[in-house]
């Protein structure tokens, strides 16, 4: 009986205890600590990056004076240039009425301005460089690819003709701008200034869209830089929603492969460059009529990616809900157009479909101090680089659509580059360097196309 006793009260315990338990276990919420955040992410923004407004990014490719029948380039690291450029975009402006017919550059007087940019500038952009007293400009152009400024006819003011290619249309505004300082600071000026010629037969255009060259030799310099690199793991962090999620491979190439599923990430051999492609982007109706140079820049801005100088150089709407952006790389005011040889790598990309950043393909490097000059570099006048290009059998004048110094970049060694300055053309839609630097001349025919490119 006693032992009956003993098992009963043993029983009812396990019960309870066991209810204990399940009770416990129904209501147990588990107490971990919170991780330390700063260990396990990326900063927000880009170390060394920063960010700029839109007038630091949306600069002119040349400033060309015109007097009478002659032209004179401003030089890009005068003070003249500077002081010239940030005086236009000061003025107060409004809309004038665009007689019917007229010619650009206008035939007013002797003595303009024209100030070309390197791609169609958005005319919303545009507006937003003037400093003006008055809310908003309303100006019925798509995009301007060229300012001619020039005196007003009845009066010490000046005219503004903003052209658009893509439009073929012109559109003039009045501006506060002094006739007489401006003539005193820049029109006087012109002995300073370097000599230039046309290269274009535009006799009967009404928009012409004149292609200008030094007529003198320039002399430059090759310069080397410090160039240390990006860390590869903030884009992990800015690109991937998870990145503990990313898989990595590499090929055989030396190219390395990060990917989520659905975005990749490829980066160079050397980790010097990359390519971000997002390949289901969701398209948000309500956001795509942003421009994508607005989006674009927004975008860059958001991490602080701009990490030395860049200017908007080029920008394309693909389809209606698909469009890109390019930003070159500038150096002493000189754009650098190519990277041991090839194009596009030198310029930050953005591409969106819908509102949705969809590619982002940019140098994983910056330029930092200058570390030597080495030595001076001569190349030659505009006409005698052109003189070697009309002897060639295939080439044609009206495919050329831009032609310039700038500069090839080169990686000396781990952490180094090297610039140095050549003459390109960009012909038919690509651009090609003309020629070394002790000025011989290039060959595009279709036997060296390959090389060029």
């Known amino acids: 009986m006693r032992y009956e006793q003993v098992k009963n009260w043993i029983l009812i315990g396990l019960v309870a205890l066991s209810l204990v338990l399940t009770w416990e276990l129904w209501t147990f919420q588990p107490d971990f600590d919170s991780p330390d955040r700063d260990n396990l992410t ?3 923004t880009l170390v060394g990056g920063r960010s700029l407004s839109i007038q630091d990014v949306i600069a002119a490719e040349a400033l060309v004076v015109h007097d009478g029948d002659d032209y004179y380039m401003i030089p890009a690291d005068s003070e003249s240039y500077r002081d010239t450029y940030q005086r236009i975009f000061r003025s ?3 809309v004038e009425m665009t007689p019917i017919g007229d010619p650009f550059p206008s035939e007013q007087g002797e003595q303009g301005l024209e100030v070309i940019f390197p791609t169609a500038i958005p005319t919303n952009v545009l507006m937003r460089l003037f400093i003006n007293e008055e809310d ?3 100006v019925p152009l798509t995009a301007v690819n060229r300012i001619y400024i020039y005196q007003n006819p009845n009066g010490a003011n000046m005219f503004m003709q903003l052209f658009s290619e893509i439009d073929q249309d012109m559109v003039v505004l009045r ?3 002094d006739y007489h300082m401006f003539s005193q600071n820049v029109f006087n000026q012109v002995e300073d200034f370097i000599p230039a010629v046309g290269v274009r037969e ?5 928009f012409k869209e004149q292609l200008y060259v030094p007529s003198e030799p320039y002399v430059g310099k090759k310069l080397s830089y410090t160039a240390p690199s990006i860390d590869i793991d903030f884009f ?8 503990s999620s990313i898989s990595e491979s590499r090929q055989a190439n030396g190219e390395r492969f990060y990917t989520d599923g659905s975005r990749i990430l490829t980066t160079s051999s050397n980790e010097d460059f990359m390519d971000f492609d997002f390949r289901y982007p969701v398209i948000s109706e309500d956001v795509t009529s942003r421009h994508i140079v607005d989006s674009s820049f927004d975008y860059i801005n958001g991490h602080n990616g701009w990490t030395n100088s860049y200017y908007l150089s080029d920008w394309s709407l693909l389809t209606e809900t698909e469009a890109k952006a390019k930003y070159r790389l500038q150096l002493e005011n000189l754009p650098v157009i190519m990277y041991e040889g090839q194009d596009n790598l030198m310029n930050i990309q953005v591409s969106r479909v819908g509102g949705q950043t969809s590619r982002y393909i940019r140098p994983l490097f910056s330029i930092e101090s200058l570390s030597f000059e080495t030595n001076t570099v001569q190349l030659p006048s505009g006409p005698e680089m052109l003189e070697g290009l009309l002897e060639q059998e295939f080439f044609e004048l009206d495919k050329v659509e831009k032609m310039l110094i700038g500069y090839e970049m080169e990686s000396s060694s781990i952490s180094y580059v090297t610039i140095e300055p050549h003459w390109f053309i960009k012909y038919e839609g690509s651009w090609k ?3 070394d630097s002790d000025g011989e001349r290039a060959d595009t025919t279709g036997e060296n196309r390959d090389e060029l490119e």
């Open 236 to 243: 992990h962090q800015l690109l991937f929603p998870v990145p």
């Open 433 to 435: 360097k003309l020629g």
């Open 175 to 177: 501006s506060n701008l």
């Open 136 to 138: 908003e400009i309303m």
């Open 42 to 44: 990326t900063p927000d």
């Open 202 to 206: 535009l006799m009967d255009e009404q």
């Open 92 to 94: 107060n402006i409004e």
